[in-house]
C-alpha cells in the first residue's frame, strides 16, 4: 500500500524553484511512507508558452537585468500582478485537474503564484482541500507575491526572512524557519573534513561573457597555490573556449555538465558563481564562503545582503575584484579572511534542512 500523497509544485522560472522541489521531494523518499510527485503546472498548461516565458525570463537576467529590475519593483509596488491573475485561466484549470486527479494529503510549493489559484479553487469546492506549505526560495528581499501569498504554513530559510515576511503581511505564527531546502547529500557531506589550504581549491560556476570569463580564469590560475575547477554546464560553446585556452594543466579543471555539485563544494575552500537562491544557501549549508560574481536585480538582492550580514563571502563583479579578492582572502596572512568567512559560515549552517522541511510538512499532518 502506498502511503499518503505529498504533491510539489515548481517552475522553471529560475533554479532556485526546482532545485527546493527536488531536494524535498528526495527527503520524502529517503524518509519512506509518503508517495511524493514534483510538478510544473505551467508546463503541462501550455509547454510552449511556458518554453518562451523561460527564454525570456533567462535573457531578460542575463542581458537586460534592467528590464527584470522594473518587473519585480512592479510586481512589489503595485498591483499588477492583482491585475493578471485572471487572465490565468489555463493555469488555474491545469491546477485544478492536477488536485482533483491526486488527491493529495498536502501540497507544496515553491512558487507563490500557485497559491493564490489553489486557495481559490480549495474555497470555491472546485478542488479537494489539503494543507498548503509553501517554500520560500529567496531571502530577505521579498516581493509582495510571496508575502501575500494565502498558505497554512510558510517557511523560509532564516530568520531576517522571516522578519521581512512578517512585515510584508505574513502572520508571523504561520513562518517556520527550517533553512533552504538543499540536497539530502549535503547532510553527510557537511561532516566531511576540509584540509586549510594550500593548495587553495577554488569552484567557479561563471555567467557571464567569455572575455569576463576568461580574465578570471587566467588570473585566478596565475596566483600561487591556487587550484580552479570551473563548471561550465550547458554551456558549451563557453566549455569549447576555456578549452582553448592555455593555462597550467596542475591550476585548473574544466567541467561540463555535472550532478556532482554537493561532492564540488564539499571538495572545494570557496565558490564563485552569481547570487542565486539555490547555490547561495549551498554554499552556506555547506559552509564553503562565496564570491558573489553577478546579482540579478530584485530578487537576488537580499542573497547578497545575507551573505554580508553573516560575513560569509564578498561581491565582486569584475575579473580584477574577484581576483584581488582571492589573493587577500586566501594568499595574505596566512588565509585569515578565508578562515573567518568560514567560521561565521559554521555558525548558520542548515545541511539538513531538507529532511527537516520533510519531518515538519509530516508532522502537520
Not at 508517495?35 to 498548461?45: F, G, I, N, R, S
Not at 491546477?95 to 474555497?123: F, G, Q
Not at 517557511?155 to 503581511?169: D, H, I, S
Request: some cysteine.
Amino acid at each position: 500500500m502506498s502511503g499518503q500523497k505529498i504533491l510539489i509544485l515548481t517552475t522553471g522560472f529560475g533554479d532556485g524553484h526546482n532545485s527546493a522541489a527536488r531536494n524535498v521531494r528526495d527527503a520524502f523518499d529517503i524518509m519512506g511512507g509518503y508517495e511524493t510527485e514534483v510538478h510544473d503546472p505551467y508546463v503541462e498548461a501550455n509547454p510552449r508558452a511556458s518554453k518562451a516565458m523561460q527564454v525570456a525570463y533567462n535573457f531578460s537576467i542575463q542581458r537586460v537585468p534592467v528590464t527584470w529590475k522594473a518587473f519585480f519593483w512592479l510586481y512589489d509596488k503595485t498591483p499588477v500582478f492583482d491585475w493578471t491573475l485572471p487572465t490565468l485561466g489555463a493555469l488555474k484549470a491545469a491546477l485544478r485537474d492536477l488536485l482533483r486527479k491526486k488527491n493529495p494529503a498536502a501540497v507544496i510549493t515553491t512558487y507563490p503564484v500557485y497559491n493564490y489559484l489553489i486557495s481559490e479553487l480549495m474555497k470555491s469546492g472546485e478542488a479537494p482541500t489539503c494543507p498548503i506549505f509553501m517554500v520560500v526560495t529567496d531571502s530577505i528581499v521579498i516581493n509582495r507575491v510571496w508575502n501575500l501569498a494565502p498558505a497554512d504554513w510558510v517557511l523560509v530559510a532564516n530568520k531576517p526572512t522571516r522578519e521581512a515576511m512578517a512585515q510584508g503581511g505574513s502572520p508571523l505564527e504561520k513562518i517556520a524557519v527550517l533553512g533552504f531546502p538543499v540536497s539530502p547529500r549535503f547532510e553527510e557531506l557537511a561532516h566531511q573534513p576540509l584540509p586549510l589550504g594550500p593548495p587553495w581549491k577554488i569552484l567557479y560556476l561563471p555567467s557571464a561573457s567569455r572575455r569576463t570569463v576568461s580574465a578570471v580564469v587566467r588570473g585566478l590560475t596565475a596566483l600561487p597555490g591556487v587550484e580552479l575547477t570551473v563548471v561550465t554546464g550547458r554551456h558549451k560553446h563557453l566549455h569549447e573556449f576555456l578549452k582553448r585556452l592555455d593555462l597550467p594543466v596542475k591550476a585548473f579543471h574544466l567541467l561540463g555538465w555535472t550532478d556532482r555539485m554537493p561532492e564540488l563544494l564539499a571538495e572545494s575552500h570557496l565558490f564563485i558563481g552569481k547570487a542565486g537562491g539555490a547555490i547561495v544557501q549551498e554554499t552556506l549549508a555547506i559552509a564553503r564562503p562565496m564570491i558573489i560574481s553577478h546579482v540579478v536585480a530584485g530578487q537576488e538582492e537580499g542573497n547578497v545582503t545575507l551573505l554580508a550580514d553573516i560575513g560569509a563571502g564578498a561581491l565582486a563583479t569584475s575579473p580584477e575584484k574577484i581576483v584581488g579578492t582571492v589573493r587577500h582572502a586566501m594568499l595574505e596572512n596566512g588565509g585569515s579572511e578565508w578562515e573567518r568567512w568560514r567560521e561565521n559560515l559554521l555558525k548558520v549552517s542548515h545541511p539538513a534542512a531538507a529532511r527537516q522541511t520533510a519531518e515538519f510538512v509530516a508532522s502537520k499532518l
